[in-house]
Structure formats: C-alpha cells, structure tokens
C-alpha cells in the first residue's frame, strides 16, 4: 500500500459526497422556486420587461425570433432564459428594468426576494465560487462542487488518471498541497477574468488542471504515449512532456478568447495550468520529484524492448549468427545489467562463435552472478558443468571463484557436481589454501563409515598431507577401519 494513490482516492471520495450528500438537496430546493415563480405570477411581470429590454438592447433579427419562440414557452423555460443573462438580471435587482414609479413595484419587489432566497437557499448558491469576490471559503468549496452527475463523472476520471501520476511522483503530501494551491490560483484566475460579473463558478477541474501542468514539468523531457484519432485511426506518439504543455494551454486560451459564454471554465482551467506548472518547476528545483517512478514508464518500455531483442538473440544463437547475437545481448547488459538469462546467452555466444579467453570470460560473468535461489543455482550448474566439459576437465577461471561455487551446489544436493570441481580445482591449483578444508568439509558429508567417505579422507590425506586436515582425515580413517 506504500504506493497506493490515497490522496487522490480520497479526494474522489470528497467530491463525491459533496455532490451526492450536500448537493442533493439542491434541485428540492430548485423546483420549489420554481414553483413559488409560478404560483407568484412573477413571469407576467418579469418576462414582458425582459422581452422589451431584450429588443432595446439587442435589437436584431434573432433576438426577435427567440422572444416569439419563447411565447408559448412554459414558465420554467422563460425563467431560465431570463436566469442565462446575467446583465439583465443585474439591472434587474438594481430597479432598472421595473422601477419604483411602476405600478405594482412593491409587491413585484417582495415576490422577486422571496423567490431570490428560497433559490439562493441551496447548497451550491451558498458556497460556490461569486465572481468579483476574492472569498478563500466559497474559493474552496468549488474544488469539490459540481453542476450535474456529468460534470463530476467527467472530472472524476481525470483526476483518477492524472493523480495516480502526479501523486507517485510527489508524494502524497506534496501532491495535496499542489492540487490545493492549484485550485486556488485556478479561482483567482476565474475572478481575475469575470471581474465586474454577476455569476458563479463550480468544479474541481482548475485544480485538474493544475495536475496537468505540473505532468509536463515534472516528466519534461521524457517522452510519453499521446493517443490520437484521425476518424478511424486510433494510435499513439511518443512526445516530450513539456511539449504538451503549450498545446494544453493554448487550447485552454483559444476557447475562452473564441467561445464566449459557454458555462465552460476555460479561464479556470489556464489559471490551473500555469499555477500547477508553477509549482511542479519549484519542486523539481528543491528535489521532491521522485525520479524513480517518473521513470518507470521509460524502464518498463525499455524492459519490453530487451525481452524482443533477448528473443531475437535466442532465435540467431539457433542459427549460429552469434555476433549479432552478441550484439543484441551486449546492448541489453550495458543497459539493464545483472540478467543471469543475458549472461547465460552470452556465454553460449562465446561457447558457439568465441575465442578461449571470450570463453572464459564469458563463464567468469555468470558464475559470479549470486547464488540466491535454487532456480539460480540450477542455471549456475549447467553452464559450470557445461564449462568444465569444453575446457577437458582443467577450468581456466580463477580458483577462488570456482571453490566459491562449492556451497550452492551442495545446497541443491548435487554432491556429484561438487565433487567433479574440487577435483577440477585441485588439477588447476593444488596449492589453494582453502582447497584442503573444503575436502575435509566435503569428506564428512558423506554417511559415517560408507565408501564415499573413506574414498575423499583417502584422497585428502594424500593429495593434502602437509595440511593441517590431513591427520584428522588419517585419525578417521583408523577410527572407522
């Protein structure tokens, strides 16, 4: 669980039961306003002037053509309409439109409050983000509200996919206070941009979008999978991160420079951006970023390149092309060394295509490889054995790395094998300090009295008699005559 994305999963978590516990509440609330507007009559009233203000200040064809469309419209239409302008409904709460001199005034006033705070009594009303008011609260519980079961659906899956990233490379702590601060320079952006506007502002895809900037800084240079479709193609580059960051951005731009008023966070989403980016930069430059699993995607495609190219080698060892087996194989160990599989390959490169001492070499490599598991030990022992076959029974590698071989083969119970390389170690190099004790410990392990016991004491205390073992293996051998 040390790399499970808690943060990011809790964060889900979070917008989820604002949107389902404390949001849900808002369309009971919703519909009995729309209920008091219309048992209030406030439409008769409202949408004539609106009507009459639309033609004063718009004044074309279409204007006119929406107003006759809207007619025979019920009253929840009309009063969505005249909700979506929030200029109109400016001037409206000013006294502009309906004004103290108009007969019924009053009342009109006391229905339009009434209705303002049975609607502005929801859950979202009262703590989402007001454009032209710098509010650190309503700042954060946008981070966690939503406009419908779309919205929060849509955001959720980005912030699944971008967290598991960006919180394995920070951390999880680093990671909270980067979406935080992201969300919060994502709202100030909004403000900044709807200064002077009547509205409301909702959603945690600023802070989103926070996580997208900080992806491309924090993976920079290191190229990534970009998926594209073109009609019926789907596929994939691979683009330097930062290179997204530009294209992501300027989308962000171009659709709130183009698109108008779409409901669309857009300026949110840039002030995200470069508010995450911001960030990633400085926590590079203090060395929170872990390199590690920013690099894993590089590994593990590299890893997937050497599996191809180790089964290509295989496949020209099988025709006996053993130098470009070779090369596949020296590729794959200066890039991802310590392969016992890679090491056993090469040797059979130089036992099929090599010179003596590339031989030797390359026997030298696999045998110092650890001896860690049986598994290994069984890889160790064939090309050991394999090894000692070529060379006649006289190994040219050095002695120490051949006595060292001793315990592991006795681990797998292959005594046979053990035995076949002390001999080999003492036709090689009879005067090895070690190779004595190693006889002696080799001797006891056979059952007390039995033949093979009697043969290796006979043996040591022959082959070894100026070593301090030769008498105890003479004063065995009496004591079992």
């Known amino acids: 669980m040390a790399n499970a994305p808690l943060v990011t999963l809790t964060l889900i978590l979070l917008?989820?039961?604002?949107?389902?516990?404390?949001?849900?509440?808002?369309?009971?609330?919703?519909?009995?306003?729309?209920?008091y507007y219309q048992k209030s009559e406030l439409g008769k009233i409202e949408f004539p002037a609106y009507s009459d203000w639309l033609r004063d200040h718009v004044g074309d064809d279409d204007a006119e053509q929406r107003l006759e469309a809207m007619q025979g419209a019920p009253p929840e239409l009309k009063l969505a309409l005249i909700e979506s302008d929030p200029i109109f409904l400016e001037a409206l709460r000013a006294d502009q439109i309906i004004d103290p001199g108009h007969q019924g005034h009053a009342e009109?006033?006391?229905?339009?409050?009434?209705?303002?705070?049975?609607?502005?009594?929801?859950?979202?009303?009262?703590?989402?983000?007001?454009?032209?008011?710098?509010?650190?609260?309503?700042?954060?519980?946008?981070?966690?509200?939503?406009?419908?079961?779309?919205?929060?659906?849509?955001?959720?899956?980005?912030?699944?996919?971008?967290?598991?990233?960006?919180?394995?490379?920070?951390?999880?702590?680093?990671?909270?206070?980067?979406?935080?601060?992201?969300?919060?320079g994502a709202s100030f952006a909004t403000v900044a941009w709807h200064w002077g506007d009547q509205g409301l502002a909702l959603g945690a895809s600023g802070a989103i979008a926070a996580l997208m900037g900080a992806y491309c800084v924090i993976w920079s240079r290191r190229r990534v999978r970009v998926f594209y479709w073109f009609f019926v193609v789907f596929d994939y580059v691979r683009v330097p991160a930062l290179v997204l960051l530009p294209f992501?951005?300027?989308?962000?731009?171009?659709?709130?420079?183009?698109?108008?008023?779409?409901?669309?966070?857009?300026?949110a989403h840039a002030?995200?951006?470069?508010?995450?980016?911001?960030?990633?930069?400085?926590?590079?430059?203090?060395?929170?970023?872990?390199?590690?699993?920013?690099?894993?995607?590089?590994?593990?495609?590299?890893?997937?390149?050497?599996?191809?190219?180790?089964?290509?080698a295989l496949e020209q060892i099988g025709k006996l092309e053993v130098s470009r087996a070779r090369a596949l194989l020296e590729n794959i160990e200066a890039e991802e060394p310590g392969q016992l599989h890679v090491l056993t390959a090469l040797y059979r490169c130089a036992r099929y295509g090599g010179t003596a001492d590339q031989l030797d070499a390359a026997a030298t490599r696999v045998l110092s490889f650890p001896a860690k598991d049986e598994s290994t030990i069984g890889e160790l022992r064939t090309v050991w054995t394999d090894y000692l076959k070529v060379c006649a029974g006289a190994?040219?590698?050095?002695?120490?790395?051949?006595?060292?071989?001793?315990?592991?083969?006795?681990?797998?119970?292959?005594?046979?094998?053990?035995?076949?390389?002390?001999?080999?170690?003492?036709?090689?190099?009879?005067?090895?300090?070690?190779?004595?004790?190693?006889?002696?410990?080799?001797?006891?392990?056979?059952?007390?009295?039995?033949?093979?016991?009697?043969?290796?004491?006979?043996?040591?205390?022959?082959?070894?008699?100026?070593?301090?073992?030769?008498?105890?293996?003479?004063f065995l051998l009496q004591q079992n005559a």
């Not at 071989?405 to 003492?426: F, K, S, V």
């Open 271 to 312: 002030g995200g951006i470069v508010c995450g980016a911001g960030i990633a930069l400085l926590l590079r430059r203090l060395g929170v970023v872990r390199n590690d699993f920013v690099e894993e995607d590089e590994r593990e495609e590299k890893r997937d390149g050497h599996a191809l190219a180790y089964a290509k």
């Open 15 to 35: 917008n989820c039961a604002v949107y389902f516990f404390l949001q849900s509440g808002d369309d009971r609330v919703l519909q009995q306003a729309l209920d």
């Open 248 to 267: 992501w951005l300027g989308w962000e731009v171009l659709n709130l420079w183009l698109s108008g008023d779409t409901q669309i966070g857009f300026d």
């Open 108 to 184: 009109w006033r006391a229905k339009r409050t009434e209705f303002d705070r049975i609607r502005d009594s929801t859950f979202t009303s009262g703590h989402a983000l007001r454009f032209s008011n710098v509010e650190p609260g309503r700042m954060a519980w946008a981070m966690f509200m939503h406009g419908g079961l779309e919205h929060l659906v849509g955001n959720m899956l980005f912030l699944l996919i971008l967290g598991l990233l960006v919180e394995g490379a920070l951390g999880p702590w680093w990671y909270l206070g980067l979406y935080i601060a992201g969300g919060f």
């Open 395 to 474: 190994p040219r590698i050095a002695p120490p790395l051949m006595l060292r071989l001793l315990n592991p083969l006795l681990r797998i119970g292959a005594d046979a094998d053990a035995e076949a390389l002390l001999h080999a170690i003492a036709r090689t190099h009879p005067k090895l300090p070690a190779l004595a004790s190693a006889w002696f410990a080799f001797s006891l392990r056979a059952p007390e009295a039995s033949p093979q016991r009697r043969q290796r004491l006979e043996y040591l205390a022959r082959h070894f008699s100026d070593s301090e073992f030769a008498p105890k293996a003479r």
